[in-house]
């Protein structure tokens, strides 16, 4: 039976994305297309949507924040936040010249604190790490105006299904369904929508140095010792290699929502 890893270290997942700056981007060919994805979404459900400020939640490098700076035309401020401080600087770089002013906000956005309301908040690739999902998605919720809208992708059950297949380890991640009820508590779903999406590699090696080279490595400090490290190759060549190489699966959630009205928020803890 899998063991599950229920809560992220927050820590190492912040060491981890912070050593892949450099090679972040060029790595996450999943992660921009999740980010399309989810921009594609949005407009489709909200098309006359003018929002004039908004928070993006784990920024990373910029990749959805080019896009949301780009794609926005009536947004004059963005707010972008993520547990690694040093990708100030990358925001920084990217967003010399554009019509928003863009604040950077470092923390862990369950317990960082929010200057303010917002019309729209973004999120992709990362609220699959946070610990408290329902919690999270109520203190959005306060933190939205009125008829505000929360766009966001993370990733789904099946996310990473061959590793955790084989070391019987990986994130609790939550279903479709499980994300759509958590988030009705507080918001109408407009949107709820999954996808699977598979990448190829000549070897498991690659495939773990891609892990790296994203970040996404996060779930062990462990090191690889050379007789676990050929034993892991060894069970992954066996069970999914094909006439590409070997596959890793990226199931990727998507929910377009609008603050709900008629629905009370409990007090900030």
Request: net charge neutral.
């Amino acid at each position: 039976m899998s063991t599950f890893v229920m809560n992220a270290d927050k820590g190492l997942i912040s060491r981890r994305f912070a050593q892949a700056l450099a090679t972040y981007e060029e790595q996450a060919q999943v992660q921009a297309l999740v980010a399309d994805a989810l921009l594609a979404y949005l407009s489709e459900a909200l098309p006359a949507a003018k929002p004039q400020t908004a928070l993006e939640i784990g920024c990373c490098t910029g990749m959805l924040t080019e896009k949301i700076a780009a794609g926005l035309p009536s947004l004059a401020h963005l707010t972008v936040c993520d547990l690694v401080a040093a990708f100030q600087g990358c925001i920084a770089s990217k967003s010399r010249g554009w019509r928003q002013q863009v604040t950077f906000l470092a923390g862990d956005i369950e317990k960082v604190v929010l200057p303010q309301r917002y019309d729209l908040i973004l999120s992709s690739s990362t609220l699959h790490w946070v610990h408290d999902f329902p919690a999270l998605s109520c203190k959005l919720a306060r933190h939205l105006n009125e008829q505000g809208t929360l766009a966001i992708a993370l990733y789904g059950p099946d996310n990473f299904m061959e590793i955790r297949e084989i070391t019987g380890s990986g994130l609790r991640y939550h279903s479709l369904d499980e994300l759509e009820h958590i988030l009705s508590r507080h918001f109408q779903v407009h949107i709820a929508r999954e996808s699977r999406e598979q990448l190829w590699f000549a070897d498991p090696l690659a495939m773990l140095h891609h892990l790296r080279d994203t970040g996404v490595n996060a779930l062990s400090s462990r090191m690889w010792t050379r007789g676990r490290l050929a034993a892991f190759a060894a069970a992954y060549r066996e069970r999914f290699s094909g006439d590409r190489g070997v596959c890793l699966t990226y199931h990727p959630l998507f929910f377009i929502a609008t603050k709900a009205e008629d629905r009370p928020l409990p007090p900030p803890a």
